[in-house]
């Protein structure tokens, strides 16, 4: 097993569901991240604030993801 899946693994689930939901949702009202997809799907995501905006907000939710997919394959495979 590589380095990145022992360390995805070893990050605490609870840990990544609050980094979620307080800086990829931040700030509240809309949630910036969902501003910032928006923007993408509408070809408009251009200046590097916003692409760094997109980065910071949305990594947390890749992670969070990405550990939920880790999660489903080591149950699938009974470990």
Not at 57 to 74: D, E, I, Q, T, Y
């Amino acid at each position: 097993m590589n380095f990145s899946m022992k360390f995805l693994d070893n990050i605490p689930f609870s840990t990544l569901l609050i980094i979620s939901l307080t800086l990829g949702l931040a700030p509240f009202t809309p949630p910036h991240v969902w501003e910032k997809l928006q923007m993408l799907v509408a070809g408009t995501l251009s200046k590097p604030i916003d692409i760094g905006d997109l980065l910071m907000h949305g990594a947390p939710w890749l992670v969070l993801f990405a550990k939920l997919a880790r999660m489903g394959a080591s149950t699938t495979k009974g470990e």
